[in-house]
């Protein structure tokens, strides 16, 4: 089992910045890859940026790459997910997704609210 915690949410105004860390506890070890995600009420949450817990390449989808950067401590067991330039249509609950063989793991979310 693994739990993940994500905090860093908040009300920010359009083109500014968020940072989003979510830590991980339990068995890290066992981690293949972490990843965040995002959801807006009545749509299907939205696969945003992952990368391996090992390190190596992040992956991104279209709609946040080079405005959103995804890294990771491993001796902090945290993953972070910067976030730049941000959109009024950022606006979601944010997500951290842990994945281990064929099982993931959610938190709880953080809000995240860009004003125009």
């Known amino acids: 089992q693994v739990q993940v915690e994500e905090s860093g949410g908040g009300l920010v105004q359009a083109g500014g910045s968020l940072r989003l860390s979510c830590v991980a506890s339990g068995r890290t070890r066992a981690i293949f890859y972490l990843a965040w995600f995002r959801q807006t009420p009545g749509k299907e949450r939205e696969f945003l940026a992952r990368?391996?817990?090992?390190?190596?390449?992040?992956y991104y989808a279209d709609s946040v790459k080079g405005r959103f950067t995804i890294s990771r401590d491993a001796a902090e067991t945290t993953l972070y997910l910067q976030m730049n330039d941000l959109k009024p249509e950022d606006s979601a609950v944010y997500y951290c997704?842990?994945?281990?063989?064929?099982?993931?793991?959610w938190g709880q979310g953080t809000q995240v609210t860009v004003s125009s």
């Open positions: 990368m391996r817990w090992s390190g190596g390449e992040a």
């Open positions: 997704n842990a994945v281990i063989g064929p099982a993931d793991f």
